[in-house]
Structure formats: C-alpha cells, structure tokens
C-alpha cells in the first residue's frame, strides 16, 4: 500500500501523549471493539518502534504484526471495517432471516383472557403440584431494548410480518423498520405514505461506525479507506468519529482527542 506524504501542517499545539497514555486512551474508548483496538494498538505500537529505529514504515509492521486470517492479511480487512458510514439496523434490511419482528399493526380482534373452566369429569387424579420455579435471569448487553411483546402490550397485531416500511429520523437520518403482516398491508401503506415526505426530507445519515483510526492518528485515512473498501464513500459529516454531530443515543461520547505528529519512513502519521 502506498501512502504519499503530506505537507505538515503547523504544529498542532496539543499535550503529547506518552505511549502507556495512548493505550489507556484506547482501552478506555467505548467506541472502540476488540479489532479495532488490536488494529489501533498495533499501529500505535509500530509508530512508538519507528521513533526509536530508522527505516521503520509503521504501517508495514502494523500489517505484519496483525497478521493473516483465511489466507488474507487482517490488516487490510480491520481497516475497510473502520471505514465510517452508517450501519443500518439488521431488521432494517431487505431479507430478513427467520425472527423478523411482529405485526406491529393496531390489534384486530382484542385478546380476552377467559377464566379458567374446572374439569367436569368425574374420576380423574389431581394434577400434579408444580414446583415454583425461580426467576428466569436473561443476560443482555447495555443499552439492549426488549422487543415489543403483543401478549403484554396492548392492542399491538403481534402476527408474522410480511410488510416492511423504512422510516428516517429528521435529524440524524437513521432508520428504524416497522413490520406489518399480510392482514395488515394497509396500515403499512398508510405509514409509508405519511413518512414519505419524512423520509425524503432526511439528512444523509449520521454516521455510526468507524472512523477511530483518523481519532487517534493523522494520516491521509481517506486514501486509506478508499483503497480497501472500494465502493465506499466519505460522509458528509467527516471521517473521524469525533468530528459527528452528537445525538441522543452518543451521549457518552468521549470528547475530541489530541493528535500529534509524527513523520516516518514517507508515511505521515500523527500519534495520539
Ligand atoms: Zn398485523
């Protein structure tokens, strides 16, 4: 991979950062999952060995040291994963598997529980006394929503979906799917023709992933992405993930982080 140098720029007059600092800085980033990180660390590993040691191209030890997966260097894939751009929900896509989400249509015939009818018949045992069991414990993920439940909420269809209407948020242009069923084709028609001029209305979504390399060093990343995600397209809101409109659901943003520069080997890196 070829990485042409850029001019520097003035110096940026932000507090370096010792190498144990960047590591803490990147373990205790949320954003950051155990790949990106592995790729991160790697890179900031290699830039702290290129202060010390001539000829040293942080990216080529970066890439030697993540090493291969399925015969591809993981390298190359880490960095088309950090790509920015925004990930739709998976029930937002055009196949769904098995487990769509329910009809969320208005209930059709409501539900009535009946009273329970003791058994007439005459001569049979008494049914066996159940144990109580304990409390059923699910463990989840923060910031996990349980998906809604037709038998508790009310006057929800519940049914198996067929419809999907994609609806945009006006502010952060995000989707969220809603699910009708056959019997409830109409209502989806209704909801997709009052969310159309939403929808069209819509800003290009803010991104919602990606965009941690250009957060922690300064390199003409934009090259970078193209290079290994080849369709793929700078958004409107910037490449690093710090530089995005804050909404409701990032509030537990970490705020902008310093970058230094570094210069090695013809590739323009800044560290952290
Ligand atoms: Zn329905």
Redesign the pocket.
């Known amino acids: 991979m070829m990485l042409r140098s850029v001019p520097a720029p003035a110096q940026e007059q932000r507090p370096k950062r010792t190498f144990p600092e960047f590591v803490a800085a990147v373990y205790e980033d949320p954003r950051v999952g155990h790949e990106t990180r592995e790729l991160l660390l790697a890179i900031g590993y290699a830039v702290d060995l290129a202060k010390r040691e001539d000829g040293v191209s942080p990216l080529k030890v970066a890439r030697r040291k993540l090493g291969v997966d399925h015969g591809k260097a993981r390298y190359d894939r880490l960095i088309a994963d950090d790509a920015p751009r925004y990930k739709p929900p998976r029930e937002a896509g055009d196949w769904y598997p098995s487990g769509a989400p329910s009809?969320e249509?208005p209930r059709?015939r409501p539900y009535r529980p009946r009273a329970y009818k003791p058994r007439a018949q005459a001569g049979l045992p008494e049914p066996t006394r159940l144990h109580k069991l304990p409390p059923t414990f699910v463990h989840v993920t923060p910031g996990y929503t349980p998906p809604r439940d037709w038998r508790t909420e009310d006057g929800v269809?519940g049914?198996q979906s067929h419809h999907r209407v994609l609806e945009k948020d006006p502010r952060t242009g995000w989707i969220t799917a809603r699910w009708?069923?056959k019997?409830?084709k109409d209502h989806a028609d209704r909801v997709a023709e009052q969310v159309r001029a939403q929808n069209e209305q819509a800003p290009e979504p803010i991104p919602n992933t990606g965009g941690l390399l250009p957060c922690y060093f300064k390199a003409d990343w934009e090259k970078v992405y193209r290079h290994y995600r080849p369709r793929w397209q700078p958004p409107k809101y910037g490449i690093c993930a710090d530089d995005w409109p804050s909404v409701d659901e990032m509030a537990a943003r970490p705020s902008r982080h310093s970058r230094l520069r570094v210069l090695v080997g013809g590739v323009d890196l800044e560290d952290a």
Do not use: D, P, T, V
């Open positions: 009809c249509g059709l269809c049914a009708f069923c019997r409830h």
